[in-house]
Structures are given as structure tokens and as C-alpha cells.
């Protein structure tokens, strides 16, 4: 079975600044099933990027994904007011997370 | 554009079974190459996958709960439903259906409906 890690745990940044999140599979996965998905409190996880660098429909230019094998990255190039969320990666079964709050 | 709505009960005593059920609208269960999912999230915790559907009938579970997990589809009705067999406590959380891509991403979600375990 493999087992998604996300680090950091929380991410504590401003609105403005870059924020990059990793997502670590404990063995090489295929990026065609990495996937990245948002979720506010209160509300269902909505997906962001798929096959690892694709962004979902509706999804602003400023979300992208990256990697290979068993390191991905999400990042935001400048966070908005409605970017602090939580994160999750998923390859069938999802990461624990990253909490991305503001500083 | 397709939409998933989950209903069920809120409240279902220990050892017995959770049953909800998904009603899709705005396109078929039928069409395209799709799986139908269901996930979980305990209040304050991660998401956990707990298994999907082909519009054929074909299923995966997650491990850790399939033993207790039947998920099946109705495409006279455009539903899907999901039993979880003899919960516990550890079974209460936020059940959300989805729409998996032949990639298994996950890109229509329910709003999700809560589950509590207790007598």
C-alpha cells in the first residue's frame, strides 16, 4: 500500500507570499494519478490539479503542480485572502494534509 | 452540470449498519468512463477514502474497511449507496459522495452528510 506524507504539517504565511506545499509517496507513483484538492471549513474538498500539473476547470493560473515519481509539490505564487485552506494530496487514498494559515 | 447529493441517516446505533445513498443529477450514472466514490472525514481529521463504483458494477474498497463495505449502484434511479456494516464510535464523520475520473481524481463532490455512532 502506499502512503501519501505532506509536509509541513502548517504552513503560516501572509497573503501575498509563495507558498509550497510537498506531498511524498513512500514509493514511485504515476503522476497521471496525483492529484491536489482545497478544503475551507465547512465545505467539500474541491480539486485543484490533476495528473499532477494539470489544473482543474476554474482553477486561477496562480495554483500549480509539479514532480515525478515520489515527490510532488503544489505551489501558490502569491496567496489570496480565500487561498487559506487545507491541502490534500491524493493517489487513491489521500495525505493527512497541510494547513495552510495566515501569519 | 452534474451534481451529488448524500442523504441518509444522521444517528445509527453501535454495531449496526450505516447506510446512504447518493442521487446523482444533471447527467447519467450511466455515461462516460467514470467511478462513483465514497470518502469519509472524522470531525477535525483527514479525508479517508473508503471505496468506488463502476456504472458497471465493479468495485474497489479501501483495506482498512472492506471487510464491512458494500457500495452498489442503481441506474434506474441514478443513485449509488454505500452500507457500512457494524459501526463503532470510530465510524462517526462527514460521509461525502463523489465522481472519479478514469484517473481516480475526484472532480464533483457532495456537500456531504454527517454521521453519528452512538446509542
Known amino acids: 500500500e502506499i502512503v501519501l506524507t505532506q509536509s509541513p504539517g502548517t504552513l503560516s504565511l501572509s497573503p501575498g507570499e509563495r507558498a509550497t506545499l510537498s506531498c511524498r509517496a513512500s514509493?514511485?507513483?504515476?503522476?497521471?494519478?496525483l492529484a491536489w484538492y482545497q478544503q475551507k471549513p465547512g465545505q467539500a474538498p474541491r480539486l485543484l490539479i490533476y495528473?499532477?500539473?494539470s489544473r482543474a476547470t476554474g482553477i486561477p493560473d496562480r495554483f500549480s503542480g509539479s514532480g515525478s515519481g515520489t515527490d510532488f509539490t503544489l505551489t501558490i505564487s502569491r496567496l489570496e485572502p480565500e487561498d487559506f485552506a487545507v491541502y490534500y494530496c491524493?493517489?487513491?487514498?489521500f495525505g493527512p494534509g497541510t494547513k495552510v494559515d495566515i501569519k | 452540470q452534474v451534481q451529488l447529493q448524500e442523504s441518509g441517516p444522521g444517528l445509527v446505533k453501535p454495531s449496526q449498519t450505516l447506510s446512504l445513498t447518493c442521487s446523482v443529477s444533471?447527467?447519467?450514472?450511466?455515461?462516460?468512463?467514470?467511478?462513483w466514490s465514497w470518502i469519509r472525514q472524522p470531525a477535525g481529521m483527514g479525508l479517508e477514502w473508503i471505496g468506488h463504483?463502476?456504472?458497471?458494477?465493479?468495485?474497489n474498497y479501501n483495506p482498512s474497511l472492506k471487510s464491512r463495505v458494500t457500495i452498489s449502484v442503481d441506474t434506474s434511479k441514478n443513485q449509488f449507496s454505500l452500507k457500512l456494516s457494524s459501526v463503532t464510535a470510530a465510524d462517526t464523520a462527514v460521509y461525502y459522495c463523489?465522481?472519479?475520473?478514469?484517473?481516480?481524481?475526484?472532480?464533483?463532490w457532495g456537500k456531504g452528510t454527517t454521521v453519528t455512532v452512538s446509542s
Open positions: 463523489a465522481r472519479s475520473s478514469s484517473y481516480f481524481y475526484m472532480d464533483v
Open positions: 444533471g447527467g447519467s450514472i450511466n455515461s462516460g468512463t467514470y467511478y
Open positions: 463504483i463502476y456504472n458497471s458494477g465493479s468495485t
Open positions: 514509493q514511485s507513483v504515476s503522476s497521471t494519478y
Open positions: 495528473g499532477a500539473s
Open positions: 491524493q493517489h487513491f487514498s
